[in-house]
C-alpha cells in the first residue's frame, strides 16, 4: 500500500526511481548531494516506493513533540551531533544484533556547503563489515536512485576517489551548495590509524596457533 501510493505520488510530481540490483540485506545507505529540504520527502518516497524497509539518522532536535512518535515510527533514530561516539557504536552493535538492517545516512550532515562529509557513515560501514550503498538525488533530471555498493577497502583516500567520480554527475536542486566530497586531513588521519590498527590487531589474532 505504502509503496504503491509512494510511486503515484512521484509520478505524479514528475519524479523516477532508478536502482541497481543488490540483495544485500546489510547496508549503509547514503545520499548525496544534500542541498534542499526537498531531499528528505523525496529519498523517503523514492525509498517506500521501492519498498526497502529502512532506519535513518538525522538531528535529534527534529524528534519533538508528535513528530518524535511520527519520526520514530518510520524508522528514525535521533542523533546528537555533539555526541558522536556512543552512536557510532551503537550502530555497529545494531548491525552485528541484526542481519537485515539498511541505516540512510546523508554524509554532508547539513545542506549548506562545507569543504568535507563526515566521516560516521564510513566508520561505521568498516568497523561493521558492510557495504556503503551510493544513493543520490539528481534535480536536473528529476531523479532518485540506488547505485551501486561500495565495499570500504580501508584505503580512505581511494575509496573517497571512488565517491568523487560517481556523484560528479548529480546535480542538488541547489548546485552552489554542493560540499566537497573529502575528508578533513586530521580526521581522515586518524580514521586511517584507527583502521590499519584494527586490521594488525585481527592480523594478529589469524596468526596465533590454535589453542
Not at 523514492?46 to 513533540?65: E, N, P, Q, Y
Not at 555497529?92 to 541484526?98: C, K, P, R, T, W
Request: proline share 5%.
Amino acid at each position: 500500500m505504502i509503496s504503491r501510493l509512494s510511486q503515484i505520488i512521484l509520478s505524479i510530481l514528475g519524479w523516477k526511481v532508478v536502482t541497481e540490483k543488490n540483495n544485500s540485506t546489510q547496508y549503509i545507505l547514503i545520499g548525496a548531494p544534500h542541498t534542499s529540504n526537498w531531499d528528505f520527502p523525496l529519498t523517503l518516497l523514492s525509498i517506500w516506493a521501492l519498498g526497502i524497509k529502512f532506519s535513518w539518522v538525522a538531528k535529534h532536535t527534529l524528534f519533538v513533540g508528535p513528530l518524535d512518535y511520527i519520526f520514530r515510527k518510520m524508522g528514525g533514530i535521533p542523533v546528537d551531533r555533539n555526541v558522536r561516539t556512543g552512536f557510532l557504536k551503537s550502530m555497529v552493535d545494531a548491525f552485528a544484533e541484526n542481519d537485515k538492517l539498511v541505516l540512510a545516512i546523508a554524509p554532508e550532515g547539513t545542506r549548506s556547503k562545507t569543504d568535507h562529509w563526515k566521516t560516521g557513515f564510513y566508520t561505521i560501514a568498516v568497523k561493521a563489515n558492510v557495504d556503503i550503498c551510493l544513493g543520490y538525488i539528481d534535480y536536473p533530471s528529476k531523479t532518485v536512485g540506488l547505485g551501486p555498493l561500495l565495499r570500504p577497502s580501508g584505503d580512505i583516500q581511494n575509496d573517497f576517489e571512488k565517491l568523487r567520480e560517481f556523484y560528479q554527475d548529480k546535480s542538488g536542486k541547489f548546485p552552489e551548495k554542493q560540499s566537497t566530497i573529502t575528508l578533513r586531513d586530521r580526521e581522515a588521519a586518524i580514521l586511517q590509524r584507527e583502521i590499519n590498527k584494527s586490521r594488525a590487531a585481527s592480523a594478529s589474532q589469524n596468526s596465533l596457533p590454535n589453542q
